[in-house]
Each structure stands twice: as C-alpha cells, then as structure tokens.
C-alpha cells in the first residue's frame, strides 16, 4: 500500500495505516446489532452495546466529503488521507482527500477502545483531525505516533 501512496503522495512513504472517519465502527456496529435484534428496542439495545465496546460515541468527522475507510500516509514531508478501494485481494489508496506539511502535525493521540479507538492529529496552529483505528490496525498507529514523539520540538 505504501508504494500507490508513495505514488499519489509523490514522495516516500515511511508508515502508513488504514483508519476511517471517526465514528464508522460504532455506526456499523449499531447497524448490525439493531438489524439483527430487530426493530426500535433493537436499535436501542444496539446503541447502548456499541456504546459499551467502543466508548463514549461522537458524530463521524467528514473529511472532505469522504466517510469511511482511509489510508493514514506519513511521507518525508506530507501527512496525508486517502481514500481506499477495496478488492478482492486487498487494498490501495485511490484519491488524495486532504494532506498537511509533516512539520505542522505536533502530535498523534490514541484513544482507548476495545474494538477502536479515536486518533487526534494535533495541528500546530491549533486544529485538530479525528479519525479512528480498529484493534487490527492501533499497533501501525502506534508505531506512527513514535515518529511524531521522537520528533524535535
């Protein structure tokens, strides 16, 4: 994957991760539990589970008009999102959402969750982008985050 975004990106890429926009895992997963309990209590019960395994629920993040799966790309220079088409096979990364001078990401904090868990880029003039990982996926995060730890102030 870090080949097509190295591609895209136009520079290398060190690490990379799929990620989604925040809120995609416990909107899937009140999905499949109401669906398959039935009805409103269905939807209910559905939300206070999901509630339960992924933490306290805010509304998915849309990032230039994209919800869902996202390819995380750490280049020399760049951070970027994109998006990701899936295959039979795998993955790969297709359209460059949004990208930001690596220089101007302060950090990378990971949340707690049991089957995801929030990551906050911390921008340094003060913003912030949240999107969020599964359990498959938080050790490629983390090893992410170290970059942006071991990295002059």
Not at 4 to 11: M, P, V
Not at 29 to 40: N, P
């Amino acid at each position: 994957m870090e080949k097509k975004a190295a591609a895209l990106l136009g520079e290398d890429v060190e690490a990379g991760s799929i990620v989604s926009t925040a809120g995609m895992v416990k909107s899937m997963m009140k999905s499949s539990i109401s669906g398959s309990v039935g009805g409103i209590v269905g939807g209910a019960i559905g939300g206070a589970a999901v509630e339960a395994l992924t933490g306290r629920g805010r509304p998915a993040l849309d990032i230039e008009g994209h919800q869902g799966l996202m390819y995380l790309a750490i280049g020399k220079t760049k951070v970027a999102l994109f998006t990701i088409k899936q295959g039979l096979l795998g993955s790969s990364p297709q359209k460059l959402l949004t990208s930001v001078p690596r220089e101007s990401v302060a950090s990378i904090e990971i949340g707690g969750g049991a089957l995801s868990s929030p990551v906050t880029l911390s921008l340094t003039d003060g913003s912030q982008i949240t999107i969020e990982v599964t359990r498959i996926n938080r050790g490629k995060i983390e090893r992410i985050a170290k970059l942006f730890a071991a990295a002059p102030a």
